[in-house]
């Protein structure tokens, strides 16, 4: 089916709109994986649409490969905002509200096995920024264990922290 110009050009100002929205934070991965999780397009449309806008010089990328607007693509998203649909602009914050937090997590949370001199750890972190606001080793019995503190901090790092600091702050009671 052939799409309509007007819709090959709202779809362009849609990514445009997602790529100024994460600013440098989104590669093309995680780009992809934004725009197809919430079913906006078919993977191909996508990355026709992708091609197309950085073919145009809109959209650039810095060195990690990250995504931004050139000021054209300021320029041009500013312009034709108002003919993005105001549903369509709430439906992108919800999604990219959660999805911003998701990516942070993924981006701040990690975990590791270690094996050093016959012995296994788990080195959990949890980074804001440059700042290592989580740096614990912890030993295991084998590296299943290892394995399993690993992948149950990577779930739940919120929470795990957060249960640290209670513990750690609490009045003793005793």
């Known amino acids: 089916m052939k799409k309509s110009s007007f819709e090959l050009a709202l779809n362009?100002?849609?990514?445009?709109?997602i790529i100024d929205n994460f600013n440098h934070r989104l590669k093309e991965n995680d780009l992809s994986y934004f725009v197809l999780d919430i079913e906006l397009f078919n993977y191909f449309y996508f990355k026709q649409y992708l091609k197309?806008?950085?073919?145009?010089?809109?959209?650039?990328?810095?060195?990690?490969k990250k995504y931004y607007l050139s000021e054209d693509g300021t320029k041009t998203l500013n312009i034709f905002y108002e003919q993005i649909p105001e549903e369509n602009i709430k439906f992108l914050d919800e999604k990219m509200e959660t999805y911003h937090h998701d990516l942070l997590l993924k981006n701040s949370v990690s975990g590791q096995v270690i094996e050093r001199d016959g012995s296994h750890y788990a080195h959990l972190k949890i980074r804001d920024d440059e700042i290592d606001v989580l740096d614990l080793k912890i030993e295991a019995s084998d590296p299943t264990m290892a394995k399993k503190i690993t992948a149950n901090f990577k779930k739940n790092p919120e929470d795990i922290y957060s249960e640290i600091l209670r513990i750690l702050t609490e009045e003793d009671s005793k």
């Open 12 to 17: 362009k100002l849609l990514i445009l709109y």
């Open 52 to 64: 197309e806008l950085e073919s145009t010089g809109l959209v650039l990328f810095d060195d990690d």
